[in-house]
Each structure stands twice: as C-alpha cells, then as structure tokens.
C-alpha cells in the first residue's frame, strides 16, 4: 500500500460530527436564531487498513488539525429553519522527509431544515434536513480540506427532552458530485444523549460516524484523497450554563471503530448562544 495520501478528509468528517449534536430535531422558532461556534484539536499516528490492521504512518509520520467552525440555524417559520454551516481549518502532515501544511476554509454547507411531526406534548420531534455542500478552497494544496467537489445530504433526526435530559439520533446520506475523485456515497450515523447536572451543568455523550464507499487506498499524507472507509467515534462533554439558554461545552472524543482510516483523538470547544 502506498501510505502517502489520506487522514484530512476524516478529521473534516469528525469537526463536523462533533458539533452535530447542536444540530439536532429541534426547531429553532420562528425568528429565533441559534449561533454556535465550535473549535476542535484533532491528531493521529496510526491508522488501520480495509482488513482493520492497525499500522503506523511510517517514518514517524503524525497528522494534526485545528478547525473553527460557526453554525447557524434561524427559523424561518415555527417549522422551518435555515442552516449553515462556515468552517476553516490549519491541518499538518509531518514525518523525518515531509512537513506539509495547509490552512484553508472547508466545505461550506446551507440548506433547510423541516420538522415533519411533534408528539408527546411537545416534547418529541421528528425532523428531515436537507444541505448543499459547497467546496470554498483551492484544490491543489496538500493536506487539502476534502474533495473539491460539489455534494448534497439528507437526513432524518429524531430528537426529544424530558427534566432529566435529552437526546438525539439522526442518519442520512450524503453525495459528492463531480470528475475529480469520482461519485462518492457516504452514510451518516449520530447518537447522542444529554444529562442535566442541576440548573447550571449538562453532561453529554456521544457516538457518530461516516461509511465511505468507493475504493481508495489509505494515505495519511492527504486525508482528502480517501474516498473509502469507516469510522466510528465517541465524544464526552461537559455543559456550563452563561447565562439564560446559552451554554460552553468542553469536550474529548476518541476513535473506537476505523477501517481505512487514520485513528485519532483530540478535544473540542464549543458554544451555543440563542437569540
């Protein structure tokens, strides 16, 4: 295998995923907006292969990646929210011949979502999301920020509150357009569960993932490149009430299922301010 080429384009994966848990079934309101920026560390210096052999980079090569990322959701009706999401990353693919950096903004994403049924006096609610996903950087630089191409998802999110906490569980999928790698499919996979810690505190837990499909070959170099994998990841968190409904999160999140895919850990910072 020729280990020279992939771990970005999963750690844009995982920035995404981490702050998913803000973008859940619930309706923002109307002419109400949630704004959430989010900051995340990620490293790796292993990966496994398609057969889940786990392996190092080689020639004590270690990928890294900072993202800041504001998300956005403001309802349009009571039912329907606009989303966005703007990230931008730093990432970094180093060993003892190469020391490649790259910073650049990622894929931006806008589309709408739509609560389709709330039951349970209020308390439940089931809702679809569709986004467009725009790619907003140059393609030729390495580690890159993902594929350079166009791409859409679709998603059904189920989420509910009752005093003692929340959760919510979400799965859709997600197209890529275009000539450069190909039409690539992927399936998208959240679980999360939220505890209240008295007024001020929340505890949350979280499982995500990504399954790729079309066949590549692993190269941590230029993570971008991967177009074939699976990675399942486990996220802690910690909640401190600002003020009102606005809230910190500090978090830790470690790979726990890969196949093609670097395996990495990291932290992540993130806020939610209602207004």
Same mark, same amino acid.
């Given at each position: 295998?020729?280990?020279?080429? *992939?771990? *970005?384009?999963?750690?844009?994966?995982?920035? *995404?995923?981490?702050?998913e848990? !803000?973008?859940? =079934?619930?309706?923002?309101?109307?002419? #109400?907006?949630?704004?959430?920026?989010?900051?995340?560390?990620?490293?790796?210096?292993?990966?496994?292969? *398609?057969?889940?052999?786990? +392996?190092?980079?080689?020639?004590?090569?270690?990928?890294?990646?900072?993202?800041?990322?504001?998300?956005?959701?403001?309802?349009?009706?009571?039912?329907?929210?606009?989303?966005?999401?703007?990230p931008?990353?730093?990432?970094?693919?180093?060993?003892?011949? /190469?020391?490649?950096?790259?910073?650049?903004?990622?894929?931006?994403?806008?589309?709408?979502?739509?609560?389709?049924?709330?039951?349970?006096?209020?308390?439940?609610?089931?809702?679809?999301?569709?986004?467009?996903?725009i790619?907003?950087? $140059?393609?030729?630089?390495?580690? $890159?920020?993902?594929?350079?191409?166009?791409?859409?998802?679709?998603?059904? +999110?189920?989420?509910?509150?009752?005093k003692?906490?929340?959760?919510?569980?979400? =799965?859709?999928?997600?197209?890529?357009?275009?000539?450069?790698? =190909?039409? /690539? =499919?992927?399936?998208?996979? !959240?679980?999360?569960?939220?505890l209240?810690?008295?007024?001020?505190?929340?505890?949350?837990g979280?499982?995500?993932?990504v399954?790729?499909? #079309?066949?590549?070959?692993?190269?941590?170099?230029?993570? $971008?490149?991967?177009t074939?994998?699976?990675? /399942?990841?486990?996220?802690?968190?910690?909640?401190?009430?600002?003020?009102?409904?606005?809230?910190?999160?500090?978090?830790?999140?470690?790979?726990?299922?890969? #196949?093609?895919?670097?395996?990495?850990?990291?932290?992540?910072?993130?806020?939610i301010?209602?207004?």
């Open positions: 295998m020729n280990v020279k080429k *992939l771990n *970005l384009l999963v750690f844009c994966a995982l920035s *995404l995923f981490s702050i848990a !803000i973008a859940s =079934g619930f309706p923002v309101g109307k002419h #109400k907006t949630l704004l959430s920026p989010y900051f995340s560390y990620f490293a790796a210096k292993n990966y496994r292969d *398609l057969s889940g052999n786990k +392996m190092s980079y080689g020639n004590n090569g270690r990928f890294s990646s900072f993202t800041a990322q504001i998300y956005l959701e403001h309802g349009l009706t009571n039912r329907l929210d606009l989303v966005a999401k703007i931008f990353s730093f990432s970094r693919y180093q060993d003892d011949f /190469v020391n490649n950096t790259n910073s650049a903004p990622a894929d931006v994403e806008i589309g709408l979502k739509y609560n389709l049924l709330k039951f349970n006096k209020e308390q439940y609610f089931f809702s679809t999301q569709v986004l467009a996903s790619p907003a950087y $140059a393609k030729n630089r390495n580690p $890159a920020t993902g594929y350079g191409q166009f791409g859409s998802e679709l998603k059904f +999110m189920l989420s509910g509150s009752e003692i906490g929340y959760f919510n569980i979400e =799965g859709g999928y997600r197209q890529y357009f275009g000539n450069r790698v =190909g039409k /690539v =499919g992927q399936l998208t996979y !959240i679980a999360t569960s939220g209240h810690l008295g007024k001020n505190h929340q505890l949350m979280e499982l995500s993932g399954s790729s499909f #079309k066949s590549s070959l692993f190269t941590p170099e230029n993570p $971008a490149s991967n074939e994998f699976t990675f /399942v990841k486990a996220n802690l968190a910690i909640g401190q009430r600002v003020w009102k409904e606005n809230w910190i999160f500090l978090g830790v999140f470690h790979d726990i299922l890969n #196949k093609n895919s670097g395996i990495g850990q990291g932290g992540t910072l993130t806020g301010f209602r207004f």
